[in-house]
């Protein structure tokens, strides 16, 4: 099965034009800078302030710091085996287009107050590049940090790094609660998105290849 699954793989990643990686790569780009402006008219919206009985009983507390780095260093980590190859670099731009896209839909349709006793995140990624020197307080439902390392849980195949994955997005999430930057539906939703943004970058991908080919190594793979 591993050889099958690894002569498929080979096949696509063949499929994958230079043409065909760079528009991914640039359509990445393109979505994060309209959900920038996106965020940005975001925060002049007004929304439903919740009842949180988690977020009640922990913190407030203040884990920029450990949120900073556990955030990106599972990030730079995840990336590392998401993008060995061209199907995995084409898979994981997909992915995030529609995490983003799935993102803006949910924060248009369920526009939110900051948690009660809030500390902002003083993310400076996200503050120097897509929150254009501001820091937000309504991107809410759901956590895009929590959806960003378990999107990346699925992305990658190698059960050691998975559990890496799992142990480092639970442990955000917590410190996202503990710090009041996020409701507890935020990061509860989190994965669930996460899940169908996969999906979704597994379907686009098989329209986009054509299923032909893996039908083919398949038959050739089992011979």
């Keep these: 099965m591993e050889r099958i699954i690894s002569f498929i793989k080979g096949a696509d990643s063949e499929k994958v034009s230079n043409g065909l990686l760079a528009t991914s790569f640039l359509s990445v780009f393109v979505v994060f ?5 996106f965020l940005k008219y975001n925060e002049t919206r007004p929304g439903l302030a919740l009842y949180d009985p988690i977020l009640s009983s922990i913190g407030p507390y203040d884990h920029n710091l450990s949120i900073f780095l556990l955030t990106y260093g599972l990030v730079l980590f995840g990336l590392y085996w998401a993008l060995q190859n061209r199907i995995g670099m084409l898979t994981t731009n997909l992915s995030i287009c529609f995490l983003i896209a799935f ?5 248009f349709s369920f526009p939110l107050e900051p948690p009660t006793g809030i500390l902002p995140l003083q993310d400076l990624f996200l503050k120097n590049t897509f929150y254009c020197q501001e820091v937000l307080l309504k991107d809410l439902f759901f956590s ?3 959806a960003s390392v378990f999107l990346l849980y699925f992305l990658i195949p190698q059960k ?3 559990r890496v994955l799992l142990i480092g997005g639970l442990s955000l999430g917590f410190l996202l609660m503990h710090q009041h930057v996020h409701y507890s539906i935020d990061i509860l939703a989190a994965p669930f998105f996460s899940w169908i943004a996969y999906q979704g970058a597994c ?3 098989k329209y986009i290849l054509g299923s032909e080919m893996e039908l083919e190594s398949i038959e050739i793979a089992e011979k």
């Design 103 to 107: 993102r803006a839909f949910t924060l």
């Design 144 to 146: 895009g940090h929590t």
């Design 33 to 37: 800078w309209l959900f920038s402006r």
């Design 160 to 162: 050691w790094v998975k």
């Design 203 to 205: 379907f686009a991908r």
